[in-house]
């Protein structure tokens, strides 16, 4: 399984409007068909001028994360980019999942 992380550090002069935009966009790359999930997550680091998100889609497959960034990803970039500009920085990896562990109390 693949993860397709995406890292986003925000000003906090556009931090309320980037947190309601997302929640939004978030449902749109879903929409795609390519994941199966997302994880809206905050990075807990001390900054007074901005905050941190990661997004991490899970992917169905490898081919399917190759047909998001050839059919989609281009796209739904720009919406942020064109929204946001220099308030948002971003970076993107991908993370192979190599075992996942569940603690079972039964």
């Known amino acids: 399984m693949i993860i397709y992380n ?5 000003d906090k002069s556009v931090h309320t409007e980037w947190l309601e935009w997302i929640k939004d966009h978030i449902p749109q790359v879903l929409a795609t068909g390519k994941f199966k999930e997302a994880k809206l997550t905050k990075v807990l680091v001390d900054d007074d001028t901005s905050e941190t998100y990661s997004v991490q889609y899970r992917a169905h497959s490898r081919e399917a994360l190759d047909a998001y960034y050839a059919e989609h990803a ?3 970039k720009q919406e942020g980019l064109k929204r946001f500009a220099d308030k948002v920085l971003s970076f993107r990896t991908e993370l192979e999942v190599v075992d996942e562990y569940v603690v079972n109390y039964n």
């Open 74 to 76: 281009e796209p739904l």
């Open 6 to 10: 995406v890292t986003l550090n925000i």
